[in-house]
């Protein structure tokens, strides 16, 4: 079994949730408490044990390319004032190791994983949904490629949601379970709350094999007239093995403005070096 050594980051979207701080900074920029949203996904791919980081980005996009290289002016002045750079290790991957490649119309999250064909080539690669902010320890991405290791096919993140909320979502149809790992038997992308064959959705991590790419050559529109990688992934149900992990450990949807400040705030509670300030100042704002 092939090794996931790839990600895909999926990072071409216009952010137009977060307007008007979107208009001129990406929104995978946005930090909570000190680290950029893609900055914890590509921690999280380095912790699974991923080498090589595609971002399939767009117009705008630049300060991601930025942030993943070394800022000359800013090291050589940190340095200079005897200031460490460890702050700023996870951010220079080195050279090689990233990749980037542009979606130059938003025809869905299919269309951007498809823009990244000809760099993941003949390998199982993972993808990332930045948005999703899965965070414990392992992380979510180091939880599948553990199960990937005993299991192979393909892979992807779930967790449950209220069911009048599955219309947002892909929802699989679960199969037989074995501890945080259940067999996917059907795939359906934004379906009806009427319609869902669970409230199981997908949650932005994804562990699939190279032959997802020739599937998605062919894909037509789906939900929303995009095209979906959930379209197409339902496809390889049935010809190779298909599974969801439950991921151990919390999830902050920080596509949403409420899921932004809910991590903020997790974050910030877990830090030693802000945690009782901000405990304070919440209770303080909530009148306690
Ligand atoms: C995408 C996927 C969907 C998944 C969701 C997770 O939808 O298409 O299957 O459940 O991300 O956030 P989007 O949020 O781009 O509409």
Redesign the pocket.
């Known amino acids: 079994m092939k090794p996931v050594r790839k990600a895909v980051f999926p990072v071409a979207g216009m952010g137009t949730r977060f307007l008007p701080a979107t208009k001129a900074i990406p929104k995978e920029m946005f930090p909570v408490v000190d680290r950029p949203l893609i900055q914890y996904a590509v921690d999280e791919a380095i912790e699974a044990g991923i080498e090589q980081m595609i971002f399939v980005t767009g117009r705008g996009k630049s300060a991601i390319e930025d942030h993943f290289d070394i800022a000359f002016e800013l090291e050589t002045t940190m340095s200079a004032r005897g200031k460490s750079l460890d702050v700023l290790a996870s951010t220079r991957l080195g050279p090689g190791r990233c990749a980037y490649v542009r979606q130059q119309e938003p025809l869905g999250?299919g269309h951007a994983i498809w823009c990244a064909r000809d760099l993941i080539g003949d390998e199982p690669f993972a993808v990332f949904?930045p948005?999703?902010f899965m965070h414990g320890s392992p992380g979510c991405m180091k939880q599948m490629v553990d199960a990937y290791s005993k299991e192979g096919g393909n892979m992807v993140s779930v967790l449950e949601v209220p069911r009048e909320k599955v219309f947002?979502?892909?929802v699989i149809a679960p199969g037989a379970a074995n501890g945080n790992l259940t067999e996917i038997k059907g795939l359906v992308?934004?379906p009806k709350v009427e319609d869902a064959p669970s409230n199981l959705?997908?949650?932005?991590r994804y562990i699939l094999q190279p032959e997802v790419m020739q599937v998605l050559d062919k894909q037509e529109t789906g939900a929303?007239g995009e095209i979906?990688?959930?379209d197409a992934m339902a496809q390889m149900i049935g010809n190779q093995p298909f599974h969801a992990v439950t991921f151990d450990g919390a999830r902050y949807?920080c596509?949403s403005k409420v899921g932004y400040i809910e991590a903020n705030l997790a974050l910030a509670l877990e830090r030693p070096d802000m945690a009782d300030d901000v405990r304070e100042i919440a209770k303080s704002l909530l009148g306690q």
């Not at 959705?201 to 932005?204: F, K, T, W």
């Open positions: 999250l949904l948005d999703e947002a979502y892909g992308e934004k959705i997908v949650s932005g929303g979906q990688l959930t949807d596509g």
